[in-house]
T-cell receptor
Framework: ETGVTQSPTHLIKTRGQQVTLRCSSQSGHNTVSWYQQALGQGPQFIFQYYREEENGRGNFPPRFSGLQFPNYSSELNVNALELDDSALYLC???????????FGPGTRLTVT | QQQVKQSPQSLIVQKGGISIINCAYENTAFDYFPWYQQFPGKGPALLIAIRPDVSEKKEGRFTISFNKSAKQFSLHIMDSQPGDSATYFCAANKAAGNKLTFGGGTRVLVKP
C-alpha cells in the first residue's frame, strides 16, 4: 500500500506568478483534501475533491482552484501569487464518507 | 473565529514523564476528534481519534480523554520518549464532514 505523495517538495515563485502542486492519493482512497499550513500554525482547509468535483471549500479566494483526475490524483492551482501564500501545502486522502484523513509530506512554497 | 483552541503552545517534559495537551471546541456539531503528530519537514500523521460517545480511548502510550459537557478533550502521552519530540495538533470534524478544523499546535520537547 502506497501512502500519499506530493510534488514538488519545494519551490520558489515570484509574486504574481501561478503555481501548480500535485498530489497522489493513498491506494484505494477516492477523496482528496488540500490544506495550507503557515509557519507555526495549524493546517487550514482549502477544499476537498470527490468524484472529480469540489466537495466543500474553506475561506480561500477563487484564485485557489483545484482538479481531481479519474485516478483520484489531484492538483492545486494558485494564480496571482501573493507573499502571504508562502506556506506548506498539504494534501490528505481519505475514503468517501470516512473521517480519517492521511496527509502527504507537503510542498513548501516560497513566494518572493 | 478560532473554533478549536489548543494549549499549551509548547511543553518540555523529562523522559518517562507524562505530556498533557488540551483542546477546547465551540461547535457542538463536531463529531470526530483526531490528534496528529508532525515532525519538522513532514506532513501530520494521524495518531489517535475519538468520538463523543466515549470518554476515553487508549492506544499504546497515547490516551485521549473527552469531556462532552465541557467541550474539551486532551491527549496524554505516557512514558514520554525523546522520539516523541514533535508538534501535536488536535482537530475536529462534523459528522460525515469534509473539513478538519485544527488547533494551533503544541511543540513538545522530551529531554533525555
Amino acid at each position: 500500500e502506497t501512502g500519499v505523495t506530493q510534488s514538488p517538495t519545494h519551490l520558489i515563485k515570484t509574486r504574481g506568478q501561478q503555481v501548480t502542486l500535485r498530489c497522489s492519493s493513498q491506494s484505494g482512497h477516492n477523496t482528496v483534501s488540500w490544506y495550507q499550513q503557515a509557519l507555526g500554525q495549524g493546517p487550514q482547509f482549502i477544499f476537498q475533491y470527490y468524484r472529480e468535483e469540489e466537495n466543500g471549500r474553506g475561506n480561500f479566494p477563487p484564485r485557489f482552484s483545484g482538479l481531481q483526475f479519474p485516478n483520484y490524483s489531484s492538483e492545486l492551482n494558485v494564480n496571482a501569487l501573493e507573499l502571504d501564500d508562502s506556506a506548506l501545502y498539504l494534501c490528505a486522502s481519505s475514503l468517501a464518507h470516512s473521517d480519517e484523513q492521511y496527509f502527504g509530506p507537503g510542498t513548501r512554497l516560497t513566494v518572493t | 473565529q478560532q473554533q478549536v483552541k489548543q494549549s499549551p503552545q509548547s511543553l518540555i517534559v523529562q523522559k518517562g514523564g507524562i505530556s498533557i495537551i488540551n483542546c477546547a471546541y465551540e461547535n457542538t456539531a463536531f463529531d470526530y476528534f483526531p490528534w496528529y503528530q508532525q515532525f519538522p519537514g513532514k506532513g501530520p500523521a494521524l495518531l489517535i481519534a475519538i468520538r463523543p460517545d466515549v470518554s476515553e480511548k487508549k492506544e499504546g502510550r497515547f490516551t485521549i480523554s473527552f469531556n462532552k459537557s465541557a467541550k474539551q478533550f486532551s491527549l496524554h502521552i505516557m512514558d514520554s520518549q525523546p522520539g516523541d519530540s514533535a508538534t501535536y495538533f488536535c482537530a475536529a470534524n462534523k459528522a460525515a464532514g469534509n473539513k478538519l478544523t485544527f488547533g494551533g499546535g503544541t511543540r513538545v520537547l522530551v529531554k533525555p
